[in-house]
Each structure stands twice: as C-alpha cells, then as structure tokens.
C-alpha cells in the first residue's frame, strides 16, 4: 500500500516540477508592461511655489509631537501663505501627512470631515488655500500606515499670527 502512494507522488512531484517553472515563465512572459508618463498631469501635481520670506517659526504649536513649523510668504503673489514643517531626525512616522481643520478639532482618531489636505509632512513648503489664510483652526498630523492621528496643533489663526509676527 505505501509503494503505489510512492508512486504517485514521484509522479506528481515530476509533473509539478516541470509544469510550475514553465507556468511561471509563461506568466511573466505574458503580463502587461507597467504604464509609464512621461510627467504627472497638471491636476495631480502641485508646483513648487518660492516664498519671500519666513512670516514666524514655532516649534510650540504641537505639545505630543516634536515639530517646528515655518510660516512663510510670498509678496510676489499677493501675499499668499505656505507651511514648512522640520522635525527632529529621531521622530519617525511613517507616510505623514497635513490636514488643516477650522476651528477646534474633537479629540478622536480620524481626520475631521471638514479637514482640508496640505500635503505631505516632508514635501516642503506647502501652500495654503485662501480659505485657510482667513480662518482660524489647527493642524493635523495623520500617519496613513499607521492609520492614526499623531497630534493636533494648538488652534491659531494665519492672518493673525501673521500680522504680529518677528
């Protein structure tokens, strides 16, 4: 009884052996080559604006995370605002990035439905929309791999802050 299993096996352990290597090779063979572009559409892609000058730096607007934040501005273009972030090498999370939420955000861990995106944490300096520029709300750091939120800045408002600044 154990010889014909025996058998059966070398048999099927033979087939297997050749079929599986010649499977995979057909299939790498036959898939689809990966899309390419030769550059990122114009609505996916945000332009790198230049700012004139530094408006303030803070580095006590988040009180868990060890973030310094830069104000800056562009007289160029009427006045628009960005925002730099920098942070200590030892403070890693992983694909972090910015929302801007009015008012007071509630202490929970998903991003608030009025959250507008700014970007990624380490894409330097992003830009704010006008309507942030004349609202007063905070800043919300979101780790995407983890799936949480990592701080919420201290409420402050662009306009004000901007206009006391050193």
Same mark, same amino acid.
């Not at 004139?52 to 006045?79: C, E, I, N």
């Not at 694909?95 to 970007?119: C, H, K, M, Q, R």
């Given at each position: 009884?154990?010889?014909?299993?025996?058998?059966? %096996?070398?048999?099927?352990?033979?087939?297997?052996?050749?079929?599986?290597?010649?499977?995979?090779?057909?299939? @790498?063979?036959?898939?689809?080559?990966?899309?390419?572009?030769?550059?990122?559409?114009?609505?996916?892609?945000?332009?790198?604006?230049?700012?004139?000058?530094?408006?303030?730096?803070?580095?006590?607007?988040?009180?868990?995370?060890?973030?310094?934040?830069?104000?800056?501005?562009?007289?160029?273009?009427?006045?628009?605002?960005?925002?730099?972030?920098?942070?200590?090498?030892?403070?890693?999370?992983?694909?972090? @990035?910015?929302?801007?939420?009015?008012?007071?955000?509630?202490?929970?861990?998903?991003?608030?439905?009025?959250?507008?995106?700014?970007?990624?944490?380490?894409?330097?300096?992003?830009?704010?929309?006008?309507?942030?520029? %004349?609202?007063?709300?905070?800043?919300?750091?979101?780790?995407?791999?983890?799936?949480? @939120?990592?701080?919420?800045?201290?409420?402050?408002?662009?306009?004000?802050?901007?206009?006391?600044?050193?």
């Amino acid at each position: 009884m154990i010889r014909p299993l025996r058998q059966c %096996h070398y048999r099927v352990s033979l087939v297997l052996g050749i079929f599986l290597p010649a499977a995979l090779t057909l299939g @790498i063979a036959a898939r689809k080559p990966a899309p390419l572009i030769a550059e990122i559409p114009a609505a996916l892609s945000r332009a790198q604006q230049g700012f004139d000058f530094v408006q303030w730096r803070r580095a006590d607007l988040f009180a868990r995370a060890p973030v310094q934040v830069q104000l800056l501005r562009d007289a160029r273009y009427s006045g628009r605002y960005g925002l730099k972030f920098s942070a200590e090498k030892n403070f890693v999370k992983p694909d972090l @990035i910015v929302y801007w939420s009015a008012g007071n955000p509630a202490s929970t861990n998903t991003v608030p439905e009025n959250a507008i995106f700014l970007g990624a944490f380490d894409a330097g300096a992003l830009p704010l929309p006008v309507s942030v520029e %004349h609202s007063s709300g905070s800043l919300v750091l979101f780790s995407l791999a983890d799936g949480e @939120i990592v701080d919420v800045s201290k409420p402050f408002s662009i306009q004000a802050t901007g206009a006391s600044a050193n």
